[in-house]
């Protein structure tokens, strides 16, 4: 079974600074796809950034980054220049395709909060 | 706004009630989620639905039930629930479950059980 382990329970920044939210995954599969979704208080999950295994170079969507190390089965997930909407639950996310099924498994998330 | 919609939003049940709690999405995706986010813990997934079928029962208790009438309807159907079941209830979609495609997930319902 996969696990996704999220180290930092909750971090904290300064607007327009720079935090890095750190992910780790087990897994004995090959091609699997990893994803960053963020939870506002709101409370409706979306996506931030997905990347695949199989590509070698970091995924990036706008002020979002990941430093995705397969060997390490690391995936981390930077955020530049802070803003205060970042503010929210960041949760890590293993999708693998065992047995032909591609079903999410998620960490416990970091808590982010970013202060003006 | 992520397509998927949840509701209620907030519910209160008696450990003898019985409730439902509803999942829509009209974004054509045949794979549905549900999922309990439980504080400090990893969301832990319940059941899945792929093409109206259930494929997927993570050892829930029997007093939680789901129903998939069609692609776009998901239901969790609660009846004699535990205190320990208050949690945030999540529901997702996505294109289907043999494709890595993102979920896309709805505000949730937040359930406590007095």
């Known amino acids: 079974a996969q696990t996704v382990t999220q180290s930092q329970p909750e971090m904290s920044v300064q607007e327009a600074e720079t935090v890095t939210l750190s992910c780790t995954y087990d897994?004995?599969?090959?091609?699997?796809?990893l994803f960053w979704y963020k939870q506002p208080p709101s409370r409706q999950m979306i996506l931030v950034i997905r990347?695949?295994?199989?590509?070698?170079q970091n995924a990036t969507e706008n002020r979002f980054s990941v430093n995705f190390q397969k060997a390490a089965k690391s995936f981390s997930l930077k955020i530049s220049d802070s803003q205060l909407g970042d503010t929210a639950m960041y949760f890590c996310a293993f999708m693998g395709g065992s047995g032909g099924s591609y079903i999410p498994t998620f960490g416990r998330g970091t808590s982010l909060i970013v202060h003006p | 706004e992520t397509g998927v919609t949840q509701t209620p939003r907030h519910l209160v049940m008696g450990m003898t009630n019985k409730k439902s709690l509803k999942c829509e999405q009209h974004?054509?995706?045949?794979?549905m989620y549900w999922y309990k986010q439980s504080a400090k813990k990893p969301l832990e997934l319940m059941f899945v639905y792929n093409f109206k079928e259930q494929t997927e029962n993570n050892s829930v208790p029997s007093r939680f039930s789901p129903e998939c009438p069609n692609s776009s309807h998901l239901f969790l159907h609660l009846h004699t629930l535990q205190p320990e079941d208050s949690a945030l209830y999540l529901c997702?979609?996505?294109?289907?479950?043999?494709?890595?495609?993102?979920?896309?997930f709805g505000q949730g319902t937040r359930l406590t059980v007095v």
């Open positions: 990347q695949e295994a199989y590509k070698q």
């Open positions: 997702a979609s996505s294109q289907e479950w043999t494709a890595p495609t993102k979920a896309f």
């Open positions: 897994t004995s599969e090959n091609n699997y796809y």
């Open positions: 974004l054509g995706h045949n794979a």
